[in-house]
């Protein structure tokens, strides 16, 4: 339920005290409450002035009532709390459930809390005395309860579309007085809150993976410090295993399959569902301590990391057992052995900037990429095509592009990984006819909040494999909004499913060229700061 305040405003001083030109007052003689006419001099208004105030404070609550408090009076239109949210405070007992949100609905529960999968139920039992208006439910052995509250809920973070809440698990939350000597027993007893929500939906998308999963659960769970179990509705191993790493740095416990563990779970504290603040992002003014999707990308640094690490080690001790089963065959390098083989291994540093191009196959792929990477290694870079699939492992691509200095890709979910660059970096997005919204919205003004240096590049009509098949004076190519307000299905259909890209080399070298000299000299700054 949202709470509406209405704020009085602040009184202006001729409400209280007219003045002219002469200092001639109007003033109120709190001992005698008449009023009376004088001229005096300043300092004496000025007294007089101080006194009628202090009259007016004292005597105002004797006139104006207990309830209204100065506090309103002087209030600038904001209180103290106004921005607190709900829930955010709930009593033992309780159960607080914030339907305000555009994107999600979240629940509190405090107390003897307990899960009962076969009825898609979480129980709160409590003794109290209550004002609550109750009804009683015969439970399955004829023994009756009192329901003191019922609230039902979906965890999942697309509240607003309704085709696919419609397929989230709905969950009853009920709140019970318990019965006297009615035992109600906890198969496994946890000492910490939960985090309940859904992995249902669009999971299996990176983009929604991380933009309705992961970050939200970070932004509900991580000031508990790791000291939360995550209860999952729609339970997927091959989720937990893509995305174990970075649990287990949101928490120190496994995670508990809702429908498919039917034990009674028992927990001091539950939120139900995942707050979400916008598009893969995290707002610091929501946050406590004010964090950031930067902290969340910390997260991710100190979750593939220890990976990273082992593959270089197994990298490094191939190249080693490689490189000394060739000297053994040439006796003219035994001399030299160990540096050869560090040579060899290690290599020397590149100098150049490295830039990784996401490739595509299928719909929304650069058709020339030849020609780009071409182009990119005569302006000066490094360059690696990358290939994320679903089964890719995350840490091998964080690897990678945590490595770069720039990145290019076409609009779509793969774009999600820019979250692996480092801040600094440059980020290159194509855009391809129709998708100029969704691109800005979705990937464009994220990166900039991580603090990457975002490019986005528009393609022209005749940059798109489109332009060969329909007139050139069609809407789909001349006004595409026009197409996108006829709805999703032909967004999809045709700029999405149908829509391959030809880069125009020139066109595009400005920006390779832009994004080149900004790594460059960032690159020379950097070497300039270093410590000698």
């Not at 309780?94 to 999600?104: A, E, N, P």
Request: aromatic share 10%; proline share 4%.
């Amino acid at each position: 339920m949202v709470h509406y305040h209405r704020y009085h405003q602040p009184r202006k001083a001729s409400e209280f005290i007219h003045k002219d030109e002469e200092s001639q007052n109007l003033v109120m003689d709190c001992s005698s409450s008449v009023y009376y006419k004088r001229t005096r001099p300043k300092l004496l208004s000025f007294l007089c002035l101080i006194t009628f105030l202090s009259c007016c404070y004292v005597l105002a609550p004797l006139f104006i009532g207990p309830s209204f408090t100065f506090s309103h009076l002087y209030s600038n239109g904001a209180e103290d709390d106004v921005n607190v949210p709900l829930c955010s405070s709930v009593s033992s007992g309780t159960i607080c459930c914030d339907r305000s949100g555009f994107r999600s609905d979240v629940c509190v529960m405090k107390g003897d809390i307990r899960t009962n999968s076969s009825s898609s139920s979480i129980f709160l039992y409590n003794s109290r005395s209550t004002n609550n208006v109750s009804r009683t439910v015969k439970g399955r052995k004829g023994e009756e309860d009192e329901v003191l509250q019922h609230e039902k809920i979906r965890p999942y973070t697309r509240k607003w579309e309704t085709s696919v809440m419609d397929t989230i698990d709905e969950l009853n939350l009920v709140s019970k007085r318990v019965n006297l000597g009615k035992k109600h027993g906890c198969d496994v007893q946890h000492d910490v809150p939960a985090v309940f929500f859904s992995n249902g939906g669009y999971t299996g998308n990176v983009y929604h993976e991380f933009n309705d999963g992961i970050i939200p659960l970070y932004i509900t769970s991580q000031h508990f410090n790791k000291k939360v179990v995550f209860v999952i509705l729609e339970y997927h191993s091959w989720w937990i295993m893509k995305y174990g790493d970075i649990l287990s740095h949101l928490s120190d416990y496994p995670a508990v399959d809702f429908r498919g563990d039917n034990r009674t779970h028992c927990f001091p504290e539950a939120i139900v569902g995942l707050k979400i603040h916008d598009e893969l992002t995290v707002d610091p003014a929501l946050m406590e301590g004010n964090k950031s999707i930067v902290d969340f990308r910390n997260i991710l640094d100190k979750a593939y990391w220890p990976r990273i690490r082992g593959l270089i080690e197994d990298e490094e001790r191939e190249a080693q057992e490689k490189l000394r089963a060739q000297i053994a065959s040439s006796p003219l390098l035994h001399a030299s052995q160990n540096q050869y083989i560090k040579q060899r291994v290690h290599g020397n540093p590149s100098k150049k900037p490295k830039l990784v191009i996401l490739s595509r196959s299928g719909s929304r792929a650069i058709t020339n990429e030849n020609l780009l990477v071409k182009m990119a290694e005569q302006i000066g870079f490094q360059v690696e095509l990358l290939k994320p699939g679903r089964t890719s492992e995350l840490a091998k691509i964080y690897r990678v592009l945590n490595g770069s200095d720039a990145m290019i890709g076409v609009h779509g979910a793969a774009m999600t990984h820019f979250m692996f660059m480092r801040p600094g970096s440059v980020f290159i997005q194509v855009v391809p006819l129709g998708t100029t919204w969704a691109a800005e919205t979705y990937y464009g003004e994220p990166a900039r909040k991580l603090g990457l240096k975002y490019i986005g590049y528009e393609i022209q009509p005749r940059e798109s494999s489109l332009y060969e098949r329909y007139d050139k004076n069609d809407p789909i190519l001349t006004d595409p909004d026009s197409i996108n307000k006829k709805g999703w299905e032909y967004t999809k259909k045709i700029y999405l499913d149908s829509q391959n890209v030809v880069l125009d080399i020139r066109r595009f070298r400005k920006r390779l060229r832009r994004a080149y000299e900004y790594t460059f000299s960032k690159s020379n700054l950097n070497l300039q700061h270093r410590p000698q």
